[in-house]
């Protein structure tokens, strides 16, 4: 079974700084989706950034960009230029591309952005 | 266009009781999953319609069930409801691999 670890449970930066939050996967599956879902105070929750395991250059969306190691199994999140607004909880997602394609998710890093 | 939209938002019921929560997904979506989030467990994926069928079931007991409709909308249903049924229940509608986008979720409190 497919699982999902994310080390920091709270995080705190100052704002402009650069923050990476962790993400470790466990899978015997050679070909995957991982993604960063982001869900800000009493809002939706939105879907950050997405990777394709068979895809050896990291995603990047904007100031969001991911260190995706395979071999390591390790995918983290990195945030440049923090603003406030990316005060959120940040869950790590796993889906592999197979029949049974559900998202199995991390259990979050709180995220604080500090003025 | 409109989100995906889920009622109620907020619901107080006492243990034995059931209770119903929908989601009306983003218009051409297909796909609807549910998960519960809870501070303790994180958010733990209950299962996924598609075209009226389930697709996947997470591990909960068969008090947590659902069904979707012809037009995509979607229902869960929990019965005999227990104290640690307490939390957020989320609905996603998909239309790509794993781009889920998420209603605001039904808080429910069971006490």
């Known amino acids: 079974a497919q699982t999902v670890t994310q080390s920091q449970p709270e995080m705190s930066v100052q704002e402009a700084e650069t923050v990476t939050l962790s993400c470790t996967y466990d899978?015997?599956?050679?070909?995957?989706?991982l993604f960063w879902y982001k869900q800000p105070p009493s809002r939706q929750m939105i879907l950050v950034i997405r990777q394709e395991a068979y895809k050896q250059q990291n995603a990047t969306e904007n100031r969001f960009s991911v260190n995706f190691q395979k071999a390591a199994k390790s995918f983290s999140l990195k945030i440049s230029d923090s603003q406030l607004g990316d005060t959120a909880m940040y869950f790590c997602?796993?889906?592999?591309?197979?029949?049974?394609?559900?998202?199995?998710f991390g259990k979050g890093t709180r995220l604080h952005i500090l003025p | 266009k409109a989100g995906v939209t889920q009622t109620p938002r907020y619901l107080i019921k006492t243990r034995g009781q059931q209770v119903t929560l929908s989601c009306s997904p983003i218009?051409?979506?297909?796909?609807v999953s549910w998960y519960q989030q809870t501070p303790g467990q994180g958010l733990q994926f209950l299962f996924e319609?598609?075209?009226?069928?389930?697709?996947n079931k997470g591990n909960f007991p068969g008090r947590f069930s659902g069904r979707q409709f012809s037009n995509s909308r979607s229902e869960m249903n929990v019965s005999t409801l227990e104290l640690g049924d307490s939390a957020l229940y989320l609905c996603a509608s998909s239309l790509l691999v794993g781009e889920l986008f998420f209603g605001e979720g039904s808080r429910l409190t069971v006490l």
């Open positions: 997602a796993f889906m592999a591309m197979n029949r049974d394609d559900k998202i199995i």
């Open positions: 899978t015997s599956e050679n070909n995957y989706y």
């Open positions: 319609y598609f075209s009226e069928t389930q697709r």
């Open positions: 218009s051409g979506h297909r796909s």
